[in-house]
């Protein structure tokens, strides 16, 4: 699958950087993208997305600056320039992509006010699917925090094609401040989605037994709504199963192949086994997985390791247990020592920390309009404030 990435706030940037430098790490060029920002100081931070990839907006409003947590200003800002944004998009090159991803912080003001503009614009635009990959702040880093997430996601899910999610409390270490981990929790999202996104295209690894192409994540996805990840891989590969790569004379290869139909179910339980744990573990937003309306299962390991069987009872386990009846799957080949497991759960019924993000919303809503009325009292009672 060909991604234009678009990273929009300093989250969002960071993250494309990082898939940016996986592609070149894997001389793939699966991957391209570009960085959007009210901030001169985040977009100079970036190290892998070239200098005329990176676009700063609102410099007549903020001077470079940033928007701060004011995600209302961040809509603007990019509704008033989203001409310049399209013209970096297309600067770049789109005739050959097969989806957008936008990536955005969802706390914050520039990610969080512009995505859901930026979305609207594209979809109206192009015709390739947009989605977008929403990182929610953990609750100790404010109300506010909580508030901008909470309004920006409830119109970015209008917006875009599909929208998955990355929920911060999820991942954060007990005692771990939510900046130190920051690092490790855009790794945890950028190793997942590069498997996610890199099938169906030829690697060096080969062709896979049963490839998942473009249209069949697109397909798996397009019911909209929320999405979540799931993600495992096995241990390390011993030596003595990759021997088969190897040309060897006519009694080891016979012995081998005798070998292979004793281990058969052993690799099919394993892929199985490492499915369960993908979908069963830390999912990048938790929710009841049984409500999600469609699913795919993807592995990614050595050609040898793959097994076809293993995929299929994967792939018939996964639709036993979600609402849906449509379960995708296949393998991705890939020169590794690992074998990775990716399940997409698309289109969930039923997630508990967006409705505890809803209700937080709710609340400071409401806390914000008694302030209101109170300061409106207190200037009716003649008071004056101290700025007109």
Request: glycine share 12%.
């Amino acid at each position: 699958m060909r991604v234009f990435f678009i990273g929009f706030g300093q989250a969002g940037g960071k993250i494309v950087d990082m898939f940016i430098e996986q592609d070149k790490r894997m001389q793939t060029q699966n991957f391209r993208g570009i960085a959007v920002n009210t901030a001169r100081t985040d977009l100079m931070g970036l190290k892998n997305i070239e200098l005329k990839d990176r676009l700063l907006i609102g410099q007549t409003v903020v001077k470079g600056h940033g928007v701060g947590t004011d995600n209302v200003t961040g809509a603007r800002v990019t509704a008033d320039e989203i001409d310049a944004i399209i013209n970096a998009i297309d600067s770049r090159g789109t005739h050959d992509i097969d989806a957008f991803v936008i990536v955005a912080g969802l706390g914050g003001g520039t990610g969080s006010g512009g995505s859901p503009v930026l979305a609207r614009h594209l979809k109206r635009i192009y015709r390739e699917p947009v989605y977008a990959i929403g990182i929610l702040p953990a609750p100790e880093e404010g109300r506010l925090y909580s508030y901008n997430a909470a309004r920006s996601l409830s119109t970015l899910v209008n917006e875009a094609d599909n929208t998955f999610i990355f929920d911060n409390s999820a991942w954060k270490n007990e005692g771990e401040s939510v900046k130190d981990a920051y690092n490790r929790l855009n790794d945890e999202i950028v190793r997942r989605f590069g498997v996610l996104f890199r099938a169906g295209e030829v690697g060096r690894g080969g062709v896979g037994e049963m490839v998942v192409d473009s249209s069949e994540i697109i397909n798996t996805l397009r019911g909209g709504g929320i999405s979540s990840v799931g993600y495992a891989i096995s241990e390390k590969i011993s030596p003595r199963t990759k021997q088969s790569q190897g040309l060897l004379s006519g009694l080891i290869r016979k012995k081998e192949k005798t070998e292979e139909v004793l281990t058969g179910e052993d690799k099919s339980a394993k892929i199985i086994a490492l499915v369960r744990r993908a979908m069963l573990g830390r999912l990048t937003l938790p929710c009841d997985y049984s409500t999600a309306e469609r699913g795919l299962v993807l592995l990614a390991g050595p050609p040898e390791e793959m097994d076809r069987k293993g995929v299929e009872k994967s792939k018939s386990w996964v639709e036993e247990n979600i609402a849906g009846v449509e379960v995708r799957g296949g393998d991705y080949p890939v020169q590794s020592d690992y074998i990775a497991a990716v399940v997409v759960l698309a289109t969930i019924g039923n997630a508990p920390r967006i409705t505890e993000l809803l209700e937080i919303a709710k609340s400071t809503k409401e806390d914000v309009l008694k302030s209101k009325e109170k300061r409106s009292t207190m200037f009716d009672d003649g008071i004056e404030p101290l700025f007109e």
